[in-house]
């Protein structure tokens, strides 16, 4: 059974931070692009950052320089470590993951709430 488990998720200050977690079971987690995503209310699910089966790493604009994703494949787990956060980073966080040799497979998290306050 798949399962991806977000956690980490909370009320926070505007300038403050977060680490999420993702952990993942159920997967061939080292032939997975790991990834984060967000839903703010009102909006579309949009991409914050992925992480390679390598470890090459890509960041949305917006969080460029803020944020950093990272990958424990001994844990199968992914992080999201959140600094200098906004009330617009205020979303459901989810986590993702596609299989590098089937990319039709892939899986999300139930996601976690982030809230920034001002």
């Known amino acids: 059974q798949v399962q991806l488990v977000e956690s980490g998720g909370g009320l926070v200050q505007a300038g403050g931070s977060l680490r999420l977690s993702c952990a993942a079971s159920?997967?061939?987690?080292?032939?997975?692009?790991m990834g984060w995503y967000r839903q703010a209310p009102g909006k579309e699910r949009e991409l914050v950052a992925t992480?390679?089966?390598?470890?090459?790493?890509s960041y949305a604009d917006s969080v460029k320089g803020r944020f950093t994703v990272s990958r424990d494949n001994a844990r199968y787990t992914v992080y999201l470590q959140m600094n200098r956060l906004k009330p617009e980073d205020t979303a459901v966080y989810y986590c993702?993951?596609?299989?590098?040799?089937?990319?039709?497979?892939?899986?999300w998290g139930e996601g976690t709430l982030v809230t920034v306050s001002s």
């Open positions: 993702h993951s596609r299989n590098i040799i089937r990319p039709s497979i892939d899986y």
């Open positions: 992480i390679s089966t390598g470890g090459s790493t």
């Open positions: 159920g997967i061939n987690f080292g032939l997975s692009i």
